[in-house]
Protein backbone atom coordinates (compact mmCIF):
# COMPACT_ATOMS: atom_id res chain seq x y z
CA UNK A 1 0.00 0.00 0.00
CA UNK A 2 1.52 3.36 -0.80
CA UNK A 3 0.98 5.42 2.60
CA UNK A 4 1.86 8.74 1.20
CA UNK A 5 2.17 11.36 -1.51
CA UNK A 6 2.64 14.87 -1.19
CA UNK A 7 4.33 16.74 -3.84
CA UNK A 8 7.25 15.08 -5.62
CA UNK A 9 7.35 12.34 -2.68
CA UNK A 10 6.19 9.08 -2.69
CA UNK A 11 6.50 6.75 -0.61
CA UNK A 12 6.10 2.65 1.06
CA UNK A 13 7.32 0.41 3.67
CA UNK A 14 7.25 -3.29 4.83
CA UNK A 15 7.99 -4.09 8.47
CA UNK A 16 8.00 -7.75 9.73
CA UNK A 17 8.74 -10.22 12.37
CA UNK A 18 11.16 -12.33 10.68
CA UNK A 19 12.59 -15.11 12.67
CA UNK A 20 12.78 -13.38 15.96
CA UNK A 21 10.28 -14.52 18.44
CA UNK A 22 9.12 -11.06 19.05
CA UNK A 23 8.34 -7.96 17.07
CA UNK A 24 10.35 -4.94 18.22
CA UNK A 25 10.65 -3.10 15.56
CA UNK A 26 8.34 0.20 15.02
CA UNK A 27 8.29 2.94 11.84
CA UNK A 28 6.54 6.64 11.53
CA UNK A 29 5.03 8.48 8.64
CA UNK A 30 4.25 11.93 9.13
CA UNK A 31 3.18 15.53 7.13
CA UNK A 32 3.00 18.75 8.07
CA UNK A 33 2.90 22.52 7.11
CA UNK A 34 4.54 24.77 8.98
CA UNK A 35 4.16 28.33 7.50
CA UNK A 36 4.50 27.47 3.53
CA UNK A 37 7.20 24.83 4.65
CA UNK A 38 6.29 21.68 3.41
CA UNK A 39 7.24 18.54 6.48
CA UNK A 40 8.15 15.27 5.34
CA UNK A 41 9.22 12.96 8.61
CA UNK A 42 10.40 9.23 8.12
CA UNK A 43 11.43 7.15 10.89
CA UNK A 44 12.33 3.17 11.84
CA UNK A 45 12.86 2.54 15.47
CA UNK A 46 14.46 -1.09 16.29
CA UNK A 47 14.21 -1.76 19.81
CA UNK A 48 16.34 -4.04 22.03
CA UNK A 49 14.99 -6.03 24.98
CA UNK A 50 11.60 -4.62 24.33
CA UNK A 51 9.61 -2.29 22.70
CA UNK A 52 8.48 0.03 24.78
CA UNK A 53 11.79 2.39 23.61
CA UNK A 54 10.40 2.12 20.15
CA UNK A 55 6.90 2.37 20.58
CA UNK A 56 7.89 5.29 22.84
CA UNK A 57 9.57 6.94 19.88
CA UNK A 58 6.54 6.88 17.39
CA UNK A 59 4.29 8.23 20.11
CA UNK A 60 6.93 11.02 20.49
CA UNK A 61 9.43 11.93 18.84
CA UNK A 62 7.99 13.60 15.59
CA UNK A 63 5.69 15.46 17.57
CA UNK A 64 8.27 16.58 20.12
CA UNK A 65 10.51 17.74 17.32
CA UNK A 66 7.20 19.86 15.41
CA UNK A 67 6.91 21.53 18.71
CA UNK A 68 10.80 22.91 18.94
CA UNK A 69 10.61 27.05 18.11
CA UNK A 70 13.78 26.64 16.23
CA UNK A 71 12.43 23.79 14.24
CA UNK A 72 12.35 25.56 10.55
CA UNK A 73 15.04 28.37 11.62
CA UNK A 74 17.56 25.68 12.80
CA UNK A 75 16.67 22.76 12.38
CA UNK A 76 19.62 20.69 12.96
CA UNK A 77 19.80 22.52 16.15
CA UNK A 78 16.03 21.64 16.84
CA UNK A 79 16.73 17.95 15.92
CA UNK A 80 19.52 17.66 18.31
CA UNK A 81 18.09 19.15 21.13
CA UNK A 82 14.59 17.29 20.79
CA UNK A 83 16.59 13.56 20.42
CA UNK A 84 18.67 14.00 23.61
CA UNK A 85 15.42 16.05 25.34
CA UNK A 86 12.99 12.84 24.20
CA UNK A 87 15.56 10.35 25.47
CA UNK A 88 15.55 12.24 28.91
CA UNK A 89 11.71 12.07 29.07
CA UNK A 90 11.47 8.11 27.96
CA UNK A 91 13.83 7.87 30.96
CA UNK A 92 11.70 9.99 33.35
CA UNK A 93 8.66 8.16 32.17
CA UNK A 94 9.65 5.20 32.94
CA UNK A 95 8.09 3.66 36.22
CA UNK A 96 10.06 -0.18 36.20
CA UNK A 97 13.47 1.59 36.77
CA UNK A 98 14.70 -2.37 36.13
CA UNK A 99 13.47 -2.28 32.52
CA UNK A 100 16.47 -1.69 30.61
CA UNK A 101 15.45 -1.62 26.77
CA UNK A 102 16.63 0.56 24.27
CA UNK A 103 15.91 1.57 20.12
CA UNK A 104 17.72 3.18 17.56
CA UNK A 105 15.92 6.09 15.37
CA UNK A 106 17.04 5.86 11.68
CA UNK A 107 15.18 9.71 10.58
CA UNK A 108 14.73 11.18 7.67
CA UNK A 109 13.28 15.25 8.14
CA UNK A 110 11.58 16.82 5.02
CA UNK A 111 12.15 20.63 5.05
CA UNK A 112 11.11 22.28 1.68
CA UNK A 113 14.05 21.04 -0.59
CA UNK A 114 16.23 20.18 2.35
CA UNK A 115 16.75 16.94 3.79
CA UNK A 116 18.15 15.92 7.02
CA UNK A 117 19.14 12.33 8.19
CA UNK A 118 19.17 12.00 11.67
CA UNK A 119 20.58 8.67 13.01
CA UNK A 120 20.97 7.35 16.51
CA UNK A 121 22.14 3.46 16.48
CA UNK A 122 22.58 0.79 13.99
CA UNK A 123 19.80 1.09 11.95
CA UNK A 124 20.98 2.82 8.55
CA UNK A 125 19.96 5.75 6.03
CA UNK A 126 20.87 5.27 2.57
CA UNK A 127 20.26 7.25 -0.88
CA UNK A 128 20.32 6.84 -4.77
CA UNK A 129 21.74 9.99 -6.14
CA UNK A 130 22.46 9.65 -9.88
CA UNK A 131 22.44 5.88 -9.54
CA UNK A 132 24.98 6.11 -6.74
CA UNK A 133 24.08 4.29 -3.66
CA UNK A 134 25.12 6.69 -0.74
CA UNK A 135 25.07 6.55 3.03
CA UNK A 136 23.71 9.30 4.79
CA UNK A 137 24.59 7.74 7.84
CA UNK A 138 27.23 6.11 9.60
CA UNK A 139 26.21 3.28 11.71
CA UNK A 140 26.94 3.43 15.57
CA UNK A 141 28.94 0.65 16.01
CA UNK A 142 31.28 -0.08 19.21
CA UNK A 143 33.88 -0.31 17.26
CA UNK A 144 34.05 2.64 15.70
CA UNK A 145 37.20 4.30 16.41
CA UNK A 146 35.77 7.55 17.61
CA UNK A 147 33.07 5.59 19.32
CA UNK A 148 35.59 3.63 21.32
CA UNK A 149 37.71 6.57 21.93
CA UNK A 150 34.15 8.44 23.42
CA UNK A 151 32.80 5.62 25.45
CA UNK A 152 36.62 4.98 26.81
CA UNK A 153 36.89 8.61 27.63
CA UNK A 154 33.94 8.02 29.79
CA UNK A 155 34.81 5.45 31.80
CA UNK A 156 32.95 2.69 30.07
CA UNK A 157 34.82 -0.45 27.75
CA UNK A 158 34.03 -2.27 24.88
CA UNK A 159 34.83 -5.93 24.56
CA UNK A 160 34.62 -8.62 22.08
CA UNK A 161 31.43 -11.14 22.83
CA UNK A 162 30.39 -12.64 19.54
CA UNK A 163 30.70 -8.89 18.10
CA UNK A 164 31.65 -5.76 19.91
CA UNK A 165 29.53 -4.35 22.78
CA UNK A 166 29.41 -1.89 24.91
CA UNK A 167 30.35 -3.16 28.71
CA UNK A 168 29.73 -6.82 26.89
CA UNK A 169 26.32 -6.19 26.77
CA UNK A 170 25.04 -3.72 23.94
CA UNK A 171 26.13 -3.91 20.19
CA UNK A 172 25.40 -0.33 19.43
CA UNK A 173 26.98 2.19 21.01
CA UNK A 174 24.25 4.83 20.78
CA UNK A 175 20.61 4.58 21.47
CA UNK A 176 17.69 5.84 23.12
CA UNK A 177 16.53 4.46 26.68
CA UNK A 178 19.32 1.75 27.78
CA UNK A 179 19.39 3.29 31.31
CA UNK A 180 22.24 1.22 32.98
CA UNK A 181 24.86 2.18 29.69
CA UNK A 182 23.05 6.10 29.60
CA UNK A 183 26.86 7.75 30.48
CA UNK A 184 28.02 5.54 27.85
CA UNK A 185 25.14 5.02 25.19
CA UNK A 186 23.64 8.43 24.52
CA UNK A 187 21.10 9.57 21.80
CA UNK A 188 23.18 12.39 20.28
CA UNK A 189 22.35 12.01 16.63
CA UNK A 190 24.49 12.64 13.48
CA UNK A 191 22.54 14.67 11.00
CA UNK A 192 23.46 15.11 7.50
CA UNK A 193 22.07 17.77 5.39
CA UNK A 194 21.43 17.04 1.92
CA UNK A 195 19.69 19.31 -0.46
CA UNK A 196 16.91 17.74 -2.92
CA UNK A 197 18.08 18.25 -6.48
CA UNK A 198 17.04 16.68 -9.61
CA UNK A 199 19.69 13.78 -9.12
CA UNK A 200 18.00 12.61 -5.94
CA UNK A 201 16.00 9.41 -6.90
CA UNK A 202 15.49 7.08 -3.78
CA UNK A 203 15.62 7.33 -0.29
CA UNK A 204 16.02 3.44 2.21
CA UNK A 205 15.60 3.86 5.79
CA UNK A 206 15.51 0.46 7.18
CA UNK A 207 16.80 -1.50 10.48
CA UNK A 208 19.73 -3.54 10.72
CA UNK A 209 17.55 -6.43 10.00
CA UNK A 210 18.05 -5.39 6.17
CA UNK A 211 21.69 -3.75 6.07
CA UNK A 212 22.79 -7.23 7.57
CA UNK A 213 22.36 -9.14 4.48
CA UNK A 214 22.32 -6.90 1.38
CA UNK A 215 24.90 -4.01 0.55
CA UNK A 216 23.85 -0.22 0.34
CA UNK A 217 24.71 -0.72 -3.44
CA UNK A 218 22.28 -4.37 -3.91
CA UNK A 219 19.42 -2.05 -1.93
CA UNK A 220 19.74 0.95 -4.52
CA UNK A 221 19.50 -1.28 -7.24
CA UNK A 222 16.79 -3.67 -6.17
CA UNK A 223 14.62 -0.61 -5.43
CA UNK A 224 15.54 0.66 -8.96
CA UNK A 225 14.03 -3.08 -10.46
CA UNK A 226 10.74 -2.16 -8.89
CA UNK A 227 7.44 -0.31 -10.06
CA UNK A 228 6.76 2.04 -7.11
CA UNK A 229 8.33 2.49 -3.35
CA UNK A 230 5.95 -0.25 -2.04
CA UNK A 231 6.66 -2.88 -3.97
CA UNK A 232 10.34 -1.84 -3.45
CA UNK A 233 10.27 -1.74 0.32
CA UNK A 234 8.47 -5.41 0.54
CA UNK A 235 11.18 -6.66 -2.19
CA UNK A 236 13.65 -5.27 0.28
CA UNK A 237 12.13 -7.15 3.47
CA UNK A 238 11.53 -10.26 1.41
CA UNK A 239 15.25 -10.69 0.30
CA UNK A 240 16.56 -10.29 3.37
CA UNK A 241 14.43 -12.83 4.50
CA UNK A 242 15.14 -15.13 1.99
CA UNK A 243 19.13 -14.05 2.89
CA UNK A 244 18.97 -15.27 6.30
CA UNK A 245 18.39 -12.17 8.39
CA UNK A 246 18.08 -12.84 11.78
CA UNK A 247 16.50 -9.79 13.17
CA UNK A 248 12.66 -8.10 12.78
CA UNK A 249 13.11 -6.24 9.53
CA UNK A 250 11.44 -3.04 8.64
CA UNK A 251 12.10 -0.66 5.52
CA UNK A 252 10.93 2.76 4.61
CA UNK A 253 11.47 3.70 0.74
CA UNK A 254 10.84 7.32 -0.38
CA UNK A 255 10.78 8.11 -4.24
CA UNK A 256 11.84 11.91 -5.46
CA UNK A 257 10.38 13.04 -8.56
CA UNK A 258 7.73 10.60 -8.68
CA UNK A 259 6.08 11.65 -11.71
CA UNK A 260 9.58 10.89 -13.77
CA UNK A 261 10.05 7.73 -15.31
CA UNK A 262 13.52 6.05 -15.02
CA UNK A 263 15.26 6.10 -18.19
CA UNK A 264 16.75 2.82 -18.22
CA UNK A 265 16.24 0.03 -15.88
CA UNK A 266 18.77 -1.69 -13.49
CA UNK A 267 19.77 -4.83 -12.56
CA UNK A 268 21.16 -6.16 -9.35
CA UNK A 269 23.16 -9.67 -7.76
CA UNK A 270 20.10 -11.59 -5.70
CA UNK A 271 22.60 -14.77 -5.23
Known amino acids: ?3 GEDGSLLCGYSSF ?4 ERMEDLYDIKSSKIDANKINLFGVFDGHGGSHAAEYLKQHLFGNLLKHPAFITDTKLAISETYKKTDLDLLDAETNINRQDGSTASTAIFVGNHLYVANVGDSRAVISK ?4 IALSDDHKPDRSDERERIENAGGVVTWSGTWRVGGVLAMSRAFGDRLLKQFVVA ?10 DELEYLILASDGLWD ?4 EHAVAFVKEEKGPQAAARKLTDIAFARGS ?3 ITCIVVEFHSDKTSSSPSSADQS
Open 1 to 3: MTV
Open 17 to 20: RGRR
Open 130 to 133: SGKA
Open 188 to 197: EPEIQEQEID
Open 213 to 216: VVSN
Open 246 to 248: TDN
